[in-house]
């Protein structure tokens, strides 16, 4: 039973890896390209022709092309609340259902742009400066969304293999004609519901409140029975445009919209950060981060703790992943402070703490995703976020500081004493760090780059630090790419899918109900974001930032901009708030990921005790931040 799907699936992953491949090497081809740019414009007062029109039309294509290789991977983001709950079977048969919807996702895609594409021919679509053709890009984008389609079709027989071997033994011809049946299937329920909802489209407004609620619904249902939250927004906005405004636009929508965000050049520095990330990982510069913070806060009562934060926000800087920020350093510290006798508690609490810091330190992929919700600038908000996000280490540290306070015992007495040679050979380690980031946000802030070329400056550096340090040998340089494909697939799938179903969200007129609701409150607008902050509070604690912010922001953020608040602000104050619920009690996803790290000696409540305080410093930060704005505002206003 299991030759043919598992032979399947080894070559469709061995196919979509080299199409990743090329991908990849066509995204670093852009990367220089823009370095080359901005050199050319900073040292001869010239540019490359038209260079905004080539990145737009090749970065759609190698996007694209790591969406197969994200599919063989299983480069999905699923909400997994439940899955302690419910049994094995269970899962696994949501997981099959799951699948399918990608599949179908993948389908309409495939279609829907190249329809978008046969439409930019018959026109004899250009661009602007250059006159290149559109046309055979967007082709290409369709024939690269097929492949995927292909692939994941393979991906949904292996999961229809592992839910149906819980009931009876299938050969494999007969599990292939069960998966096409239900693909079958999928297609005429898909069929009839569209048929249905030209007969809703004359009165959909009329009672846009009761088909709002019904979507929703069904849209939670979706994320939390473990469909991926790409598939759920994006067939749930979908079904929704439909009621609204005909299957015809929907579809349309679907596939313009699609396109152009895949060829938006704003958007060509979330996989140009990611790539920046994983090289500068590669190269070290984490761990050379992390020895300047040490020899610097060595001298301490809680030194290693604090040099822990300060490592934190130094990684979270390369990568823009909390999670990941919490769990590379946590495997680092958490050995060396344990050993070093620190408290279980204190050492947890520190990392797991710290670890939020990478989606507040700029670059942020949770700022740029929330950025292309609300069209704000990625700019301002990267610069934005730099006060709050010392702020939060100067509290963290403050913290730390009054823990080892009260209780002595949670960190040795420090005898370390560091030299001043010492402290400059640390730092010269990290010189590669420092000036990355000064390049990046220096840049950004100072005018120099625009957020695109600050992204391919940051990864071309990256790249450059990594080569030179001999870190790209053997398979090294193919492991930084495989990793920039699947987060680069999986944050794109969620762009597409978060557009359609803020499409869906905007037509319904539902943040215009909420703007009135709220406006008929007649309460002052400080309880209404008190109110707002507990409500991310919990589903931070419980949700993965991308998912909350795709699913509420098409309807808090006109709220927000109706009560006179900045939309910059408010970005900042999001990420700040979500980004606490992820280590407050009694969920926490980065509180269970140090919990792992930790191993079974050390009791969840411990690890819950010791990050309590640091929760209570986080809220003391969104005070400030919520009643003193100007923390957040003012150092954009002066770029």
Request: aromatic residues 10%; charged residues 10%.
């Amino acid at each position: 039973m299991t030759d043919l799907i598992d032979q399947l699936n080894i070559r469709a992953a061995r196919i979509t890896r080299k199409i990743a491949s090329l991908g990849v090497l066509l995204m670093l081809a852009i990367v220089l390209l823009t370095a080359a740019d901005v050199l050319l414009r900073w040292l001869a007062s010239a540019s490359v022709p038209g260079v905004n029109e080539i990145i737009q039309l090749c970065m759609a294509v190698a996007i694209t092309a790591t969406f197969p290789a994200g599919v063989t991977s299983r480069a999905n983001l699923t909400i997994d609340i439940l899955q302690r709950k419910v049994t094995e079977k269970f899962h696994k048969n949501c997981s099959a259902f799951g699948s399918l919807c990608l599949l179908l996702l993948f389908g309409f895609l495939a279609v829907r742009v190249g329809v978008h594409a046969q439409h930019l021919s018959e026109r004899n679509a250009i661009s602007l400066f250059l006159e290149i053709p559109q046309a055979p890009f967007i082709f290409t984008v369709a024939a690269l969304l097929s492949i995927t389609t292909l692939a994941q079709f393979v991906v949904f027989l292996q999961d229809m293999k592992n839910a149906l071997a819980n009931y009876r033994e299938l050969s494999d011809k007969g599990l292939i004609l069960v998966a096409v049946f239900s693909l079958l299937a999928a297609a005429v329920l898909v069929s009839i519901l569209g048929y249905m909802t030209e007969y809703f489209v004359p009165t959909a407004l009329d009672y846009a409140g009761i088909w709002v609620g019904i979507l929703f619904i069904l849209l939670w249902i979706m994320a939390l029975g473990f469909v991926p939250i790409a598939a759920a927004t994006g067939l749930t906005g979908l079904l929704g445009t439909a009621v609204f405004l005909g299957n015809g636009p929907a579809l349309s929508v679907l596939g313009s919209e699609a396109a152009e965000y895949l060829g938006n050049v704003q958007l060509a520095v979330l996989p140009l950060f990611l790539m920046m990330g994983g090289f500068a990982a590669q190269a070290g510069l984490a761990s050379d981060i992390y020895k300047l913070a040490h020899t610097l806060f060595a001298k301490f009562r809680g030194g290693l703790a604090m040099a822990t934060i300060g490592g934190c926000a130094g990684f979270g800087a390369l990568t823009g992943s909390s999670i990941a920020t919490a769990a590379t350093i946590g495997q680092v510290a958490l050995p060396e402070m344990r050993q070093r006798g620190y408290s279980a508690g204190l050492a947890a609490g520190c990392v797991a703490a710290g670890g939020t810091l990478g989606q507040l330190v700029p670059p942020s992929t949770a700022i740029i995703l929330y950025a292309i919700l609300t069209e704000q600038s990625i700019g301002q908000l990267f610069i934005a976020a730099i006060i709050p996000a010392l702020l939060a280490i100067i509290a963290y540290m403050v913290t730390i500081r009054t823990v080892v306070g009260f209780a002595p015992d949670s960190a040795p007495s420090n005898n370390e004493k560091t030299s001043l040679k010492e402290v400059l050979q640390a730092a010269k380690g990290a010189l590669g760090v420092l000036v990355l980031f000064g390049l990046v946000i220096g840049g950004l802030y100072g005018g120099i780059f625009t957020a695109t070329e600050s992204a391919a400056v940051g990864a071309g550096g990256a790249f450059v630090f990594a080569l030179l340090r001999g870190k790209l040998k053997g398979d090294a340089f193919w492991e930084v790419m495989a990793k920039t494909t699947a987060m680069t697939a999986m944050i794109f799938l969620l762009i597409i899918g978060a557009v359609n179903f803020s499409f869906f969200v905007a037509i319904s007129g539902l943040p215009e109900l909420v703007t009135g609701f709220v406006q008929n409150l007649d309460v002052a607008p400080l309880l209404i974001i008190a109110l707002f902050l507990v409500i991310y509070i919990l589903l931070g604690s419980v949700m993965d930032p991308f998912p909350i912010l795709i699913i509420t922001v098409p309807i808090v953020a006109p709220v927000i901009a109706d009560m006179g608040y900045s939309l910059i602000w408010w970005g900042i104050i999001m990420v700040c708030v979500v980004e606490t619920g992820m280590i407050t009690p009694p969920f926490g996803i980065n509180v269970f990921v140090l919990k792992n790290i930790a191993g079974g000696d050390v009791p969840m409540h411990t690890v819950f005790k010791g990050v309590l305080p640091f929760v209570l410093a986080d809220l003391i930060k969104l005070a400030l931040l919520v009643l003193f704005p100007a923390l957040v505002l003012w150092l954009p206003s002066t770029m």
